[in-house]
């Protein structure tokens, strides 16, 4: 067996004395606690109904950030309204993602939100920041000291050009901390920053600690506890990670790799999302292929994503490699899908690689007899359906041709693996500096 380490140079985050729920859960986990400044932190007050969010989203919005913070905050119970600053509720975010909220921007504009929370991307932060409606709105929240925040580009490119960082810490994506300086606001490179009630962050690596300082200031510390428990998050947030390779095969091909990504109702938004997002930014082909009967799916947090085509014409093309994200609901259909099972065969058969995240190697790989021989990980409730566990705990799995791994909270190491096999370990480590998942 083989442990490879994607390395990098190290960095000492400042942490908040708030956050000793998460440092009780690491010691339990190994996990460290979220590397959040926050010099004038406050608790939100806890109420019996459920906090109210509104994430707005444009055109070219990082649909990562989005569907992260979206997907955290309604682990959380809170009510997220996704809005679109655009003409219709159709968003035609970064990497060929399309998503579909839930209302227009213009039907908000006489709602009160606990937390208003923009995500970046660009030309997506210009979007907002152009919106008449969302400009009034987030400046009345402020004003009545209501919580807000924003993340990557957005500080820099929305926040900042409303005054509403002004005299504040603040951080932002590392390519735009230039800009953020003209919003006379001081510059911090934590990885999640809060000051009074603003909170900031740097990109997409960085929107699932966000997304929980979040859920900490909106819902209490027992709530953001209870929600990191379940993701797997990561031992170090921006260090080391590592790969765990048996029976190592090289998977290169000799022209751009042709990926199968399957949807379905009920899939986990954040592992799909974040696979095929990050696998289109390293210039591989995914194909997003819906195994309902439609190409609009209901995720398992209600975030709706549209697929580039049915299945039924999806399979007719060849891949060389198809992946499985997890979620209840989607393994469920995966596991059901005739066509997708004889695909998944026929892929083994062929000895391409496939891999799956979360519940689908034991709800999917497993009963299928696809993990025979096999050594597999899974998301942890659902390691004890495995044949052979006795790799289990590994966050990624590489045995041969088969990748596997575990949940929300490893899905960037999971791609980024893919990545590493695929392309090489240099282009997998460019791009986790890129999304600030390691140190820049």
Sequence with gaps: MATRHLTHRSAHPILSPFLSPFIRFARRTRATPLPLSSPNSTQAA????????????ANGTEPMEAVIMIDV?????????????????????????????????CDCAESTFDLISLP??????????????LESMVKKHVADGRLYGAICAAPAVALGPWGLLKGLKATCYPSFMDKLSSADATLVES??????????????????????????????????????GPMVMRANHGGEYTLTEINSL????????????????????????MIIDILRRAKANVVVASVEDKLEIVASRKVKLVADMLF????????????????????????????LINLLKKQRESNKPYGAICASP???????????????????????????QSEAENRVLVDGKLITSRGPGTAMEFSL??????????KALDLAKVMVFTYP
Aim: charged share 25%; net charge negative; hydrophobic share 40%.
């Design 120 to 133: 970046g991307g660009m030309p997506g932060s210009s979007n907002l920041r152009d919106s008449g409606v």
């Design 73 to 105: 905050l309604r682990r959380a119970g809170a009510d997220v309204t996704i809005a679109s600053v655009e003409k219709e509720l159709l968003i035609d975010a970064s990497w060929g993602l399309k998503l579909v909220a839930d209302a227009l921007i």
């Design 362 to 388: 034991a709800l999917v790989l497993e009963p299928h007899g696809l993990l025979k021989g096999k050594k597999a990980t899974a998301f942890p409730a659902m390691c004890s359906k495995l044949s052979d």
């Design 250 to 273: 090289d998977w290169k091909c000799n022209n751009t790799p042709q990926i199968l990504v399957p949807i379905a109702n009920g899939s986990e938004e954040m592992e799909a999302v």
């Design 417 to 426: 693996a893919i990545i590493e096999k695929l392309f090489s370990r240099e």
């Design 191 to 228: 990885r999640v920053q809060q000051d009074r009630q603003a909170v900031t962050s740097r990109g997409p690596g960085t929107a699932m600690e966000y997304s929980l300082v979040l859920v900490e200031q909106l819902c209490g510390k027992e709530k953001a506890d209870e929600v990191a």
């Design 46 to 57: 806890m109420t019996s109904s459920p906090q109210k969010v509104l994430v707005p989203v």
């Design 312 to 339: 039924e014409e999806a399979e007719k093309l060849q891949y060389d490699l198809i992946v499985l994200p997890g979620g209840l609901g989607g393994a469920q259909a995966f596991s059901s899908s005739e066509k």
